[in-house]
């Protein structure tokens, strides 16, 4: 268990449909990052926050949305899904913006019908 | 953009030695980052090194980076079945790791 928890796990839905992915980070970590692991592009950065405010962005579509709340977890919202968001997504979290450990969550598998 | 390379697969004997390459482009690149990823899990690190050390060895781990040829090895020593998982390389410019890009992954496959 690396204490980033992510849920759900698995989540089937149809396109077209919203979702929420929710994470909470290690412990006395502040900062939270969001990932996308598809089979055609690898690992690719979404967004990040710092102690409740985003910190960067990356590939991250205008359909989905993330925030960070006061006690640290954060919320990644896909909505419009389209057959191509399948993928697993991941959140870390790291103690500060920096060049230390970032520790992953095991994911959440997201599959779109 | 700025892209990290990785050879997709790997497969080695027990008891021998892995050596996993990478390649990037970004001659800016900072600090290089080697994660193993297990099945059902997420990505766990398993070391980093600075672009100013040559090496870097961490029990049966050895890092190597050639920052002329902006190449990064991971070598392990007496791989084991456990050791088969797919296996990152990353890199990221500044202190913040929002910039960090990933490889695609190198699957290592241990035999018997």
């Known amino acids: 268990d690396s204490g980033v928890t992510q849920t759900p796990k698995h989540l089937i839905t149809a396109t077209g449909q919203r979702v929420t992915l929710r994470c909470s980070p290690r412990s006395g970590d502040l900062s939270v990052y969001w990932y996308q692991q598809s089979l055609d592009q690898g690992l690719q950065f979404l967004i990040q926050?710092?102690?409740?405010?985003?910190?960067a962005k990356g590939n991250i579509l205008e359909r989905f949305s993330a925030q960070q709340f006061p006690d640290l977890h954060s919320e990644l919202n896909l909505s419009s899904l389209e057959l191509g968001d399948s993928a697993l997504y991941f959140c870390?979290?790291?103690?500060?913006?920096?060049?230390?450990?970032?520790?992953f969550g095991a994911g959440s598998r997201l599959t779109v019908l | 953009g700025e892209d990290v390379e990785q050879s997709l697969f790997l497969s080695v004997r027990e008891g021998d030695s892995s050596v996993i390459n990478c390649t990037y482009t970004d001659s800016s690149s900072t600090y290089l980052y080697w994660y193993k990823q297990e099945p059902g899990a997420g990505l766990q690190l398993l070391t980093y090194?600075?672009?100013?050390?040559d090496m870097k060895q961490d029990q049966r781990l050895t890092v190597l980076l050639n920052k002329k040829d902006k190449h990064l090895s991971l070598r392990i020593a007496d791989t084991q079945t456990g050791d088969s998982a797919i296996y990152f390389c990353a890199e990221s410019r500044a202190r913040n790791n929002n910039d960090m890009r990933f490889g695609a992954g190198t699957r290592l496959t241990v035999k018997p």
């Open positions: 870390a979290s790291s103690v500060v913006a920096g060049a230390n450990v970032l520790t």
């Open positions: 090194i600075f672009s100013n050390m």
């Open positions: 926050y710092y102690n409740g405010e985003e910190r």
